[in-house]
């Protein structure tokens, strides 16, 4: 089985956490293993709609970005991937507090990838649960203003 550069792993959270729409919405990767990963996002009030909850939008962004890097986890070194479908329920409202979202690779194909996540409220409450379609993109690799070490260890 393969097991990710910790090197890697610090430096593609460097990257992606300080990506502007990560940092627009407060939204950190806080752990990423093969075929797992972790997301939260820090509620404010710019998260929320009219009616004082968080709007759909910020579960959709965190579901979406836990599925993607759980899958991308188990993907190639040069490999990307893309969105292709999102499904979202929406199980119960949140205001305030933290958004933790656990990201899952279902099943990592040639040609697609499946993923799921679900949100909890740090409470443990259940907030959303969602799956993810991806589109593998063959060399197309991770784009990184320093070169990155190898993804996988023994490689």
């Given at each position: 089985?393969?097991?990710l550069?910790?090197?890697?792993?610090?430096?593609?959270?460097?990257?992606?956490?300080?990506?502007?729409?990560?940092?627009?919405?407060?939204?950190?990767?806080?752990?990423?293993?093969?075929?797992?990963?972790?997301?939260?996002?820090?509620?404010?009030?710019?998260?929320?709609?009219?009616?004082?909850?968080?709007?759909?939008?910020?579960?959709?962004?965190?579901?979406?970005?836990?599925?993607?890097?759980?899958?991308?986890?188990?993907?190639?070194?040069?490999?990307?991937?893309t969105?292709?479908?999102?499904?979202?329920n929406?199980?119960?409202?949140?205001?305030?507090?933290?958004?933790?979202?656990?990201?899952?690779?279902?099943?990592?194909?040639?040609?697609?990838?499946?993923?799921?996540?679900?949100?909890?409220?740090?409470?443990?409450?259940?907030?959303?649960?969602?799956?993810?379609?991806?589109?593998?993109?063959?060399?197309?690799?991770?784009?990184?203003?320093?070169?990155?070490?190898?993804?996988?260890l023994?490689?």
């Amino acid at each position: 089985m393969r097991e990710l550069n910790p090197e890697y792993v610090e430096q593609i959270g460097a990257s992606v956490n300080g990506c502007p729409y990560f940092q627009l919405l407060s939204m950190k990767l806080v752990q990423l293993k093969i075929g797992r990963s972790l997301l939260h996002i820090d509620l404010g009030l710019k998260h929320l709609q009219p009616f004082g909850v968080v709007h759909g939008g910020v579960f959709s962004s965190i579901i979406d970005a836990a599925a993607f890097w759980a899958v991308y986890s188990e993907a190639d070194e040069d490999t990307g991937m893309t969105t292709v479908d999102l499904k979202i329920n929406y199980l119960a409202p949140a205001s305030k507090g933290t958004m933790i979202a656990e990201g899952r690779s279902i099943k990592l194909g040639k040609t697609l990838g499946l993923g799921e996540a679900t949100v909890i409220d740090d409470e443990g409450r259940m907030l959303a649960h969602g799956t993810s379609t991806l589109m593998i993109l063959q060399h197309f690799p991770f784009q990184s203003a320093t070169p990155l070490p190898f993804k996988f260890l023994g490689t």
